[in-house]
């Protein structure tokens, strides 16, 4: 045995009958406030008479030893497998991987907290070690209050540290959450104006970049008005929810689809020359969609659309309009509506 595991082993014996100050340890202050049998700890050390009486040591003061180690990669397979919830590490471990690399590899693989026991008091491996994260670090010879205290901070530390993590993820979830709330439409799950903006300027800078085509509708739900004011709100927003279902299987899932405003609705969709095929595709949805539908409305939009033009710099917003006003011309051209209505 060398001479750092006659230091270790001594003190250690030395601390289990007192508690330093020559006085008895009562056995109630043995529990880790953490509670008894809670705390599962991986022993790392490499002299066997070592470990064992640490174990003993850690067992006395009420946690529960689930296995050791004697050697850095045995370490780095026992972490991962048993998963336990602290590794008390010897620095000084024999063979090609000592105590500071196995935790470096522990780290990468899990959070399990580390307390170092090393009988080096010198910078550099201390330098080493802090490099790892370790959550305590203790020089040899060391008392049982010591390695009780150093377990116990390193515990609550540890606990700390995940419920921080916890709470910054699910604060995260929160701001995505609330990111992709703002960017729907509520009644319909579709894009919301927001949301359709921010995509399809994407959307449309992709286009440009790979000189591909698409094209911008513009659908208007005819008679919405009036199916509110005879019907009640009630249908008035089914309809529209029908029209968004009539809209979502006449487009791709690729294909951007919104409803901008009241009864407004646009999508930004992929095309070969023309839109004309997706406009007889939507005209043959909704004509399916009336034929088989309960309700007392009829489900008629009027349709607008534009070609992104790749040679030039139109943005949505002239896309937009340049839809809107073809999408009023057919309404002119089916109702004799004025401009405005």
Do not use: W
């Amino acid at each position: 045995m060398n001479e750092e595991s006659r230091r270790t082993t001594s003190i250690a014996k030395d601390g289990h009958g007192s508690n330093g100050d020559g006085m008895n340890a009562d056995p109630k202050s043995r529990s880790p406030s953490t509670g008894i049998g809670s705390i599962t700890i991986l022993l790392v050390e490499d002299e066997g008479i070592v470990a064992q009486d640490l174990k003993e040591t850690l067992i006395q003061l009420g946690y529960r030893v689930i296995g050791i180690a004697s050697e850095g990669v045995e370490a780095v397979r026992l972490a991962e497998e048993l998963q336990p919830q602290l590794i008390v590490m010897d620095v000084g471990l024999r063979g090609e991987v000592d105590g500071i690399q196995a935790a470096h590899m522990i780290q990468e693989r899990s959070h399990i907290p580390v307390i170092f026991l090393t009988g080096h008091r010198d910078t550099e491996t201390l330098r080493r070690a802090v490099s790892t994260g370790p959550l305590g670090y203790i020089i040899k010879p060391f008392q049982e209050v010591e390695l009780r205290c150093a377990i116990e901070v390193a515990i609550h530390k540890h606990r700390a540290d995940v419920a921080m993590r916890e709470r910054e993820e699910a604060l995260r979830r929160n701001a995505e959450l609330m990111e992709s709330l703002s960017l729907v439409d509520e009644l319909t799950q579709l894009k919301n104006r927001r949301g359709f903006f921010e995509l399809a300027e994407q959307a449309l800078r992709v286009a440009k970049r790979e000189h591909y085509a698409m094209g911008l509708f513009f659908v208007d739900l005819n008679g919405l008005k009036q199916i509110n004011d005879t019907l009640g709100h009630l249908a008035g927003d089914q309809a529209l929810r029908d029209t968004a279902i009539v809209l979502q299987q006449t487009f791709r899932d690729s294909d951007i689809i919104a409803r901008i405003g009241g009864d407004e609705f646009v999508a930004l969709a992929h095309v070969t020359k023309d839109t004309g095929a997706l406009r007889n595709r939507l005209r043959e949805h909704l004509a399916e969609f009336n034929a088989r539908s309960s309700h007392r409305y009829v489900l008629n939009v009027s349709i607008g659309t534009t070609i992104v033009d790749i040679a030039t710099d139109d943005d949505i917003q002239e896309l937009i309009a340049r839809a809107d006003a073809a999408m009023y011309e057919e309404k002119r051209a089916l109702t004799g509506a004025p401009p405005n209505s």
